[in-house]
């Protein structure tokens, strides 16, 4: 982990802001009918007209603001003429920074009214989250976050977790170390991240990512970026960039919700 400086920490709780700006603006002008391309292009206009950059942009040579992800599609969605309908899920991943300081986080929104599973789905996803952060100070072991989020979700039954993907650290780059598993780590070269200890003025990406049904089996579309779950689960995913401070951790890229 990077510790971080004074200025780098205003700069990233700047661009933080803005990103949980981003996400209000989408879900107060998101409806049936619009296209995951139209998500994508108001996303983008949005962050620029902040004094901000998308920093997905040119990442892997990405070419979109946002990752848009819908139904089964669990991650890496790319923007495209697919129209939304009412009842999908769709999922924004999205990233913005300001003067050269990332920030990183991803919301799952309703399109019109969503099934009471819809719904329930987002929100376990979400209290994953909260869960996991709630353990974080520093000092604490980067294995918390996956015990939590497991411990949460086979205690309530009925979902499973994305294991092919994780959280990580965050600052200069999109993706730093440590990588942050969402489940318990037994036996792989994640234990040498999971053993890492959360640090101060250091930033991290929570990232829970949950099916419905007890499947975590999945694909990458022909496109070689969208992650599909190979027996038509609906998935859920909710990120946030979180700053380690000495009191515990500072959520900044949270402003919708709480």
Not at 77 to 83: E, R
Not at 106 to 134: H, M, W
Not at 185 to 192: A, D, F, I, K, Y
Request: charged share 20%; aromatic share 8%.
């Amino acid at each position: 982990m990077k510790q971080l400086t004074a200025a780098q920490i205003s700069n990233m709780r700047h661009a933080g802001k803005v990103l949980a700006d981003t996400f209000n603006y989408i879900r107060q002008n998101l409806h049936s009918g619009m296209t995951t391309l139209e998500v994508d292009k108001m996303a983008e206009d949005y962050i620029l007209s902040r004094q901000c950059y998308p920093c997905f942009k040119g990442v892997y040579d990405y070419q979109y603001t946002c990752n848009t992800s819908v139904n089964d599609e669990i991650i890496h969605g790319i923007p495209t003429n697919k129209v939304l309908r009412d009842g999908d899920i769709l999922t924004v991943d999205c990233g913005v920074g300001f003067n050269g300081i990332c920030t990183d986080a991803c919301r799952t929104f309703p399109v019109g009214k969503i099934s009471e599973d819809a719904q329930k789905l987002i929100d376990v996803t979400r209290n994953c989250f909260y869960r996991a952060v709630e353990k974080i100070r520093p000092g604490t072991e980067v294995a918390v976050v996956g015990k939590t989020i497991e411990g949460y979700i086979n205690n309530i039954g009925g979902y499973s977790i994305l294991h092919d993907y994780c959280g990580h650290g965050i600052g200069k780059n999109l993706h730093e170390d440590p990588l942050i598993p969402n489940y318990v780590v037994r036996n792989s070269g994640l234990l040498q991240h999971v053993h890492k200890k959360f640090q101060t003025n250091t930033a991290v990406c929570i990232e829970p990512m949950i099916f419905e049904g007890n499947s975590n089996a999945v694909k990458v579309a022909p496109d070689g970026w969208t992650v599909v779950s190979k027996h038509g689960a609906l998935s859920a995913h909710y990120e946030n960039t979180v700053l380690i401070t000495t009191n515990g951790v500072e959520v900044l890229t949270n402003g919708d919700e709480k």
